[in-house]
Nanobody
Framework: QAQLVESGGGLVQAGGSLRLSCAAS???????????MGWFRQAPGKEREFVAA????????YYADSMKGRITISRDNAKNTVYLQMNSLKPEDTAVYYC????????????????WGQGTQVTVSS
């Protein structure tokens, strides 16, 4: 009924860039444009943390302070897809990156997001 599939992760050298994509499918997302979309990440031994979010309207964007200025979140409602462009990557950005969707959310708290993808690994070498 609701599926989020991330892609675009991989191994990159410090200073490099990656573009993550998250495609939404299923009856739940028949009106994809109604959902806020977000990205979170989780490194080994750490809690899942907020990275970026964009509301249904796309009018605003929200970013984690640790990555602000290096990332851009965007959405294409015609393709039911949300993107995360990441530049100037650092080794500390290494984590599994998760896509999330919710009709209503406070953005920063992962507990307020209803749907999650399986994650895509991002590894930044020094």
């Amino acid at each position: 009924q609701a599926q989020l599939v991330e892609s675009g992760g991989g191994l990159v050298q410090a200073g490099g860039s990656l573009r993550l994509s998250c495609a939404a499918s299923g009856r739940t997302f028949s009106i994809f444009s109604s959902y806020a979309m977000g990205w979170f990440r989780q490194a080994p031994g750490k809690e899942r943390e907020f990275v970026a979010a964009i509301p249904w309207s796309g009018a605003n964007t929200y970013y984690a302070d640790s990555m602000k200025g290096r990332i851009t979140i965007s959405r294409d409602n015609a393709k039911n897809t949300v993107y995360l462009q990441m530049n100037s990557l650092k080794p500390e950005d290494t984590a599994v990156y998760y896509c999330a969707a919710s009709y209503s959310t406070t953005y920063y708290d992962p507990a307020t997001w209803a749907y999650w993808g399986q994650g895509t690994q991002v590894t930044v070498s020094s």
